[in-house]
């Protein structure tokens, strides 16, 4: 079982910078891959990054690459997103997720834990 609660997400202008962040509960934290995902309104929800069990292999949605940067930290069993030069489309809930294997890619359903989600608003 892992607990995942997200914090970070607020109102910022376009430009802007915003590190998110999961605090995650339960022993298995250490051996999951974990991702962050967003739904913006009206809209599904769609993969932004994800990283495997020992912090490598970061691999990120095209729309962010070079802006955003995914990170782990198992010793505090953490997660993080740090977002940068952020636009109004990145507006959306940002939910941190943890998979069930080491290694996972940009599909939801390789995901078996979600947080809440943090709303990240991003003003023009």
């Known amino acids: 079982q892992v607990q995942l609660v997200e914090s970070g997400g607020g109102l910022v202008q376009a430009g802007g910078s915003l590190r998110l962040s999961c605090a995650a509960s339960?022993?298995?934290?250490?051996?999951?891959?974990m991702g962050w995902f967003r739904q913006a309104p009206g809209k599904e929800r769609e993969f932004v990054a994800a990283?495997?069990?020992?912090?490598?292999?970061?691999n990120y949605a095209d729309s962010v690459k070079g802006r955003f940067t995914i990170s782990r930290e198992n010793a505090k069993t953490t997660l993080s997103l740090q977002m940068s030069s952020l636009t109004p489309e990145n507006t959306a809930v940002y939910y941190c997720?943890?998979?069930?294997?080491?290694?996972?890619?940009?599909?939801?359903?390789?995901?078996?834990?979600w947080g809440q989600g943090t709303q990240v608003t991003v003003s023009s």
């Open positions: 997720a943890a998979a069930q294997a080491v290694v996972a890619g940009p599909n939801h359903g390789e995901y078996k834990y």
């Open positions: 339960g022993r298995t934290f250490s051996s999951a891959a």
């Open positions: 990283i495997d069990w020992i912090g490598g292999s970061p």
